[in-house]
């Protein structure tokens, strides 16, 4: 059975949970809370797409382990001050993520949904996001269209001119996958047009 920062691994690129969430190790119970849920709601198997559901799954019991590890005191006391954690506590085992979830965050409705997007478009949080894609990826289209909420192949032209902006004042490099991106890899994403629908509550 693969440990847990295997599992991290597998699955974020990252087998510090800090770096799994992306924030800094001196990081508050709230801003550990507000990276939990932001990034669970990315990979929550209710919000995904069939045919990932089982990886999305995975990825989301991931993450709730690290976060009830890093929302608990003497927990997170232990892994900071020596890399361990409570592996195979029978806690860990039993428990039903979802229900975790659920019990962290209040029920989202279409309209919450609708009304964060319409503020979320053009915003500072969306460009911060959107550089954060942008730069973990190296410039692949693919994965900033996945990593970035609300993001489709109709956005494509909107979100590529606000990074050639980025690009040009000097806030991120010239990636070679982003300039030249091949044709091929341009249609293909087209015709596989995915919507991501996410809310994040600002806690």
Sequence with gaps: MA?????????????????????????????????????SLLVHPDRVEENIKAE????????GRIHSILSDTEKRKIYDESGQYDEESEEVVMRNWADYWRSLFKE????DI??????????????????RAYMDSKGDMDYILEAVPFTN?????RLHSII???????????????TNEN?????????KVRYFFIFIIVL
């Design 114 to 131: 609708n009304n964060y997007e319409k503020n979320y478009k053009g915003s500072e949080t969306e460009i911060k996001d959107l550089k």
């Design 183 to 191: 044709d091929k890899k341009k249609q293909r994403r087209k015709r």
């Design 108 to 111: 989202i409705t279409v309209e």
């Design 56 to 63: 999305a799954t995975e990825k989301f019991k991931v993450l």
């Design 153 to 157: 192949c109709e956005e494509e032209p």
């Design 164 to 178: 050639e902006d980025l690009i040009k004042s000097g806030d991120v490099p010239e990636y070679t996958a982003f």
């Design 3 to 39: 440990s847990l920062l295997d599992l991290c691994e597998r699955y974020f690129g990252a087998r510090n949970f800090y770096d799994v969430l992306k924030i800094p190790k001196t990081a508050n119970d709230k801003q550990v809370k507000k990276a939990y849920h932001k990034l």
